[in-house]
Nanobody, 124 residues
Framework: HVQLVESGGGSVQAGGSLRLSCAAS????????MGWFRQAPGKEREFVAA????????TYADSVKGRFTISRDNAKNAVTLQMNSLKSEDTAVYYC?????????????????WGQGTQVTVSS
């Protein structure tokens, strides 16, 4: 069983930056991709970004491409999401998740473990 704990959320003005972190524990994550999803009030959970176990492959939602960067440190079992040029529409609870392999990483149902989420609020 894998435990995921997110941190780094908060409130920021539009145009600002935040860095989210997710620490994983409880199991070896070799071969597992890690991803970030978000859910705004009244909306469906949506894909944000994902990274393969090796770190060589990444995928981003069109809405965050060029503004967000996902990276991982396998020695620390951690993944980060650097968010720049934040917009009010980025306001949501952000979740870290883990799945095996890098197929269909944009689909939430393929992820096995989820964190509890961290709130990001962007004011305009």
């Amino acid at each position: 069983h894998v435990q995921l704990v997110e941190s780094g959320g908060g409130s920021v003005q539009a145009g600002g930056s935040l860095r989210l972190s997710c620490a994983a524990s409880g199991s070896d994550l070799t071969g597992y991709a890690m991803g970030w999803f978000r859910q705004a009030p009244g909306k469906e959970r949506e894909f944000v970004a994902a990274i393969s176990w090796s770190g060589f492959s990444t995928t981003y939602a069109d809405s965050v491409k060029g503004r967000f960067t996902i990276s991982r440190d396998n020695a620390k079992n951690a993944v980060t999401l650097q968010m720049n040029s934040l917009k009010s529409e980025d306001t949501a609870v952000y979740y870290c998740a883990v799945r095996f392999g890098f197929s269909d990483v944009v689909v939430a149902t393929g992820y096995i473990y989820w964190g509890q989420g961290t709130q990001v609020t962007v004011s305009s």
